[in-house]
């Protein structure tokens, strides 16, 4: 049987490489046929997850609600020390320098990153914006973000941190962050959906001593990674909780 994994689009485009080659690396030590399947936006990849194609998901924290709750996925594993951050930045010669200058009709650039997108505009919440009074402009990199603001086409910009900072030293240089999330408890996990489940313990087992073991702590720094926190569904279940209250 062939069971098929995905990967969050707001990967690091830097990573993706790695992505296949940890693929590979599961394949091997879990003796299983597994396809990695990647997708360029959200909105697809959404589609191919309500139509069930999908037994592995390394999943952003907002999509992990559904795919909990309402697929029956298991969480599996986070990255360590790699919370989900948000950051709202603005062209370096922009005279705004803190949220609460911000004004109504504020023009901002952002992807379809929806937990990002949450934390952000919470953030904007002191200027008393919204979505009702400000413009969105999507686009489909962070880096086409950056270029709205270089350009002026924006007046703030939406970050997923991990991204901004990987931006080249000449594109940040033309940024200056305005403000940026701390909560430090949202992460993306790896869970394995109902037909994968067998393997859920054997997983986590893998994964807890990937770092130990040579082969795979190089694919861990392919993908930017140190080591995996093993999770549990309480855990999960907390970040889901705290994910509604924050978009509500």
């Given at each position: 049987?062939?069971?098929?994994?995905?990967?969050?689009?707001?990967?690091?485009?830097?990573?993706?490489?790695?992505?296949?080659?940890?693929?590979?690396?599961?394949?091997?030590?879990?003796?299983?046929?597994?396809?990695?399947?990647?997708?360029?936006?959200?909105?697809?990849?959404?589609?191919?997850?309500?139509?069930?194609?999908?037994?592995?998901?390394?999943?952003?924290?907002?999509?992990?609600?559904?795919?909990?709750?309402?697929?029956?996925?298991?969480?599996?594993?986070?990255?360590?020390?790699?919370?989900?951050?948000?950051?709202?930045?603005?062209?370096?010669?922009?005279?705004?320098?803190?949220?609460?200058?911000?004004?109504?009709?504020?023009?901002i650039s952002s992807t379809d990153d929806p937990d990002v997108n949450?934390?952000?505009?919470?953030?904007?919440?002191?200027?008393?914006?919204?979505?009702?009074?400000?413009?969105?402009?999507?686009?489909?990199?962070?880096?086409?973000v950056a270029k709205d603001l270089i350009k002026g086409d924006a007046?703030?910009?939406?970050?997923?941190?991990?991204?901004?900072?990987?931006?080249?030293?000449?594109?940040?240089?033309?940024?200056?962050?305005?403000?940026?999330?701390?909560?430090?408890?949202?992460?993306?996990?790896?869970?394995?959906?109902?037909?994968?489940?067998?393997?859920?313990?054997?997983?986590?087992?893998?994964?807890?001593?990937?770092?130990?073991?040579?082969?795979?702590?190089?694919?861990?720094?392919?993908?930017?990674?140190?080591?995996?926190?093993?999770?549990?569904?309480?855990?999960?279940?907390?970040?889901?909780?705290?994910?509604?209250?924050?978009?509500?």
């Open positions: 049987m062939i069971y098929n994994f995905t990967v969050s689009p707001d990967f690091n485009p830097n990573q993706l490489s790695g992505w296949f080659i940890f693929n590979t690396w599961l394949q091997r030590n879990l003796g299983e046929q597994i396809h990695l399947g990647l997708y360029d936006d959200f909105d697809s990849q959404r589609r191919a997850i309500a139509e069930d194609k999908f037994d592995l998901i390394y999943a952003n924290p907002y999509d992990a609600t559904s795919l909990v709750r309402k697929k029956g996925f298991i969480p599996v594993a986070s990255p360590s020390c790699k919370s989900d951050e948000a950051i709202i930045a603005v062209a370096a010669e922009s005279p705004i320098t803190k949220v609460e200058e911000l004004k109504p009709g504020l023009r949450m934390m952000c505009m919470i953030m904007i919440e002191p200027a008393d914006l919204s979505r009702e009074n400000t413009q969105i402009n999507y686009r489909d990199t962070y880096v086409l007046d703030i910009g939406f970050f997923l941190e991990d991204t901004y900072n990987d931006l080249s030293s000449v594109v940040r240089s033309r940024l200056r962050p305005l403000v940026q999330s701390q909560i430090h408890v949202i992460h993306h996990v790896l869970l394995v959906g109902p037909k994968f489940a067998h393997k859920h313990r054997e997983l986590q087992q893998l994964l807890g001593s990937m770092a130990a073991n040579p082969s795979g702590a190089g694919v861990l720094k392919s993908l930017g990674f140190e080591s995996w926190n093993l999770v549990e569904r309480e855990e999960t279940e907390f970040m889901i909780d705290l994910m509604d209250t924050l978009e509500h």
